[in-house]
């Protein structure tokens, strides 16, 4: 029964993606219905893991738009994403992107969802006594953000994204370019 459940949750998912992305999502979860109709465990799991895969991909692909462009004085690299199966880490999407001046101080702006160890440590950046433990409360934007010790960005997005900040430069620059993260598009997904 709970297998049930878990094929139609990623059912859900895979119906929000878009229609390439889709059509492999869809194609894994029917192998995956065919494979426990068929009484076959283990290649159930299998095909559910590659269309849980498949979405983190997806994801991954999503935050890169959400990245900054680079900002005046500043140009950017090459976005980066990466998707980290569930057996690995609790699985995570993560998008990054680096960004350097003319001085050749350096940014990266990173942003991470879809990991369960991000749900056991999102209550506690959260938590404005924790919070202050680690580092300084700050607004960014209509956000509150953790500014450590060594001045590195952490924001949590709708419980279940954490966006981070952090490099070469100063405050302001890192600041800066946790303002121009989109977060209202962020917060949609």
């Known amino acids: 029964m709970q297998l049930l459940r878990l094929l139609t949750v990623v059912a859900v998912i895979a119906a929000a993606c878009p229609a390439r992305a889709t059509d492999d999502i869809l194609d894994a979860i029917e192998q995956a219905r065919k494979a426990y109709q068929a009484g076959d465990l283990g290649g159930t799991k299998q095909q559910l893991d590659l ?6 991909q997806k994801n991954a692909e999503a935050f890169i738009a ?3 462009e680079p900002l005046p004085g500043w140009r950017a690299e090459k976005p980066q994403s990466q998707a980290v199966g569930t057996a690995i880490f609790g ?21 991470t969802g879809d990991s369960a160890m991000l749900a056991a440590i999102v209550p506690l950046l959260n938590n404005p006594i924790m919070a ?4 300084k409360v700050v607004k960014v934007g209509t956000q509150h953000a953790i500014l450590n010790q060594t001045g590195d960005l952490t924001m949590v997005i709708n ?12 405050d302001a620059d890192k600041l800066a370019y946790a303002n121009a993260v989109d977060v209202a598009k962020l917060s949609k997904m």
């Open 51 to 56: 269309a849980s895969q498949l979405i983190a």
């Open 66 to 68: 959400l990245l900054p």
């Open 91 to 111: 699985g995570a999407s993560t998008a990054s992107r680096g960004y350097r001046n003319a001085s050749g101080e350096t940014i990266e702006v990173s942003i």
């Open 132 to 135: 202050g433990a680690v580092g």
């Open 159 to 170: 419980n279940k994204f954490v966006v981070t900040v952090h490099g070469t430069a100063g």
